[in-house]
């Protein structure tokens, strides 16, 4: 069974985000899997660093859109992405370090930030996209 499980609700329904949804998702199950199995740390730093990495990406696929299409909440999402890439690099750090380790309260923080984030701020950004990207819905 997953960590964390992508579902409907997760979706925003843009296809290019999902999809990078999605895959944050799976990559976060992999730490999960890593930390539960006792793997070793550079196989744990390997799969942090790949989050950061991609989640950098991800951000700028959405902050992309967002200024395409000219979303009002550009400033406030951007400021969300920008901290939480500052809380993930400074774990990262921690990790590397030896000062912090991989916790089940980390990947519970993760867990409840990814959803958080999808199921809301995404959600709202979804939402104004697909109106402006497909024009006024008729339902």
């Known amino acids: 069974m997953s960590f964390i499980s992508f579902t409907k609700e997760n979706m925003i329904h843009i296809p290019e985000i999902d999809e990078q949804h999605r895959n944050l998702f799976e990559i976060l199950n992999m730490m999960h899997t890593a930390t539960i199995e006792g793997q070793e740390q550079s196989a744990i730093v390997k799969i942090f660093d790949d989050l950061i990495v991609y989640t950098v990406e991800h951000f700028d696929t959405e902050e992309k859109f967002m200024q395409e299409q000219k979303y009002p909440e550009y400033e406030n999402h ?20 030896g000062s912090a380790t991989v916790t089940f309260e980390l990947l519970d923080f993760l867990n409840g930030w990814l959803k958080d984030h999808t199921m809301g701020t995404d959600r709202d950004m979804g939402n104004f996209l697909r109106e402006k990207m497909d024009g006024p819905s008729s339902t």
Do not use: I, N
């Open 78 to 97: 951007k400021k969300e992405h920008d901290e939480l890439t500052g809380q993930a690099v400074k774990l990262q750090e921690q990790f590397k370090d």
